[in-house]
């Protein structure tokens, strides 16, 4: 699951693959990425589970969330002297955040060791396949954001000098590209479910 930044939404029917309009980008966007955790606890799964959808993020709709990653796509360029941008001046910088679960496992009797140890495999399991999931999100970051400078640099050779008003509305387009990405994904995993992530219901 992620959540997006501040721009307007695109609907999904809406968005052509970039593919079919535009020659691939073999560039990729590195991204400085942050962690955190929230706690959670249970001596079951079903308590794990029900402790995660308590203290756990809510996604765009409120809805309880495993896990929750966000994006952000900077871009800036400087002025040529008529007030248009300088195409090898641009820098595209990627950033997320992300944030997951952490278990705080409860004292238990030797007698109940095994059932812990058991429940820890589980945990252990599910935690690496929903931080895949959050990470695959942020594939579409690294790929897609390297098209903004493919598409400026092409705009300028089409048009000549491209305003920052031009440029700015040709880089959001990217960006809502990279958010209908990310929920096709997740309808498609189901929200990582076919991943292995534990289905919210």
């Keep these: 699951m992620r959540f997006l930044g501040l721009w307007p939404v695109a609907l999904l029917w809406l968005v052509v693959p970039?593919?079919?309009?535009?020659?691939?980008?073999?560039?990729?966007?590195?991204i400085s990425i942050h962690r955190e955790t929230y706690s959670?606890?249970?001596s079951s799964r079903e308590e794990i589970r029900r402790s995660m959808l308590d203290r756990g993020p809510r996604d765009e709709r409120?809805?309880?969330?495993?896990?929750?990653?966000?994006?952000?796509?900077?871009?800036?360029?400087?002025?040529?002297?008529?007030?248009?941008?300088?195409?090898?001046?641009?820098?595209?910088?990627?950033?997320?955040?992300?944030?997951?679960?952490?278990?705080?496992?409860?004292?238990?009797?030797?007698?109940?060791?095994?059932?812990?140890?058991?429940?820890?495999?589980?945990?252990?399991?599910f935690l690496s396949k929903l931080e895949r999931h959050e990470l695959n999100h942020l594939k579409h970051v690294r790929y897609r954001a390297p098209h903004i400078a493919a598409r400026l640099k092409e705009a300028q050779q089409r048009y000549g000098s491209l305003s920052t008003q031009r440029a700015n509305s040709i880089a959001s387009r990217v960006l809502r590209e990279i958010r209908?990405?990310?929920?096709?994904?997740?309808?498609?995993?189901?929200?990582?479910?076919?991943?292995?992530?534990?289905?919210?219901?």
């Design 62 to 125: 409120g809805l309880p969330r495993f896990a929750k990653t966000e994006w952000k796509v900077d871009w800036r360029w400087e002025k040529d002297i008529d007030g248009g941008i300088k195409i090898d001046s641009l820098s595209v910088t990627c950033s997320a955040s992300i944030l997951l679960p952490q278990r705080d496992p409860p004292i238990l009797a030797d007698a109940q060791s095994t059932r812990e140890a058991e429940l820890r495999f589980i945990w252990s399991e």
């Design 40 to 42: 959670v606890t249970g």
């Design 180 to 201: 209908d990405l990310d929920r096709r994904y997740d309808i498609e995993t189901r929200h990582g479910k076919s991943e292995g992530v534990w289905e919210i219901g």
């Design 18 to 30: 970039y593919t079919e309009m535009h020659p691939t980008v073999h560039e990729e966007c590195p």
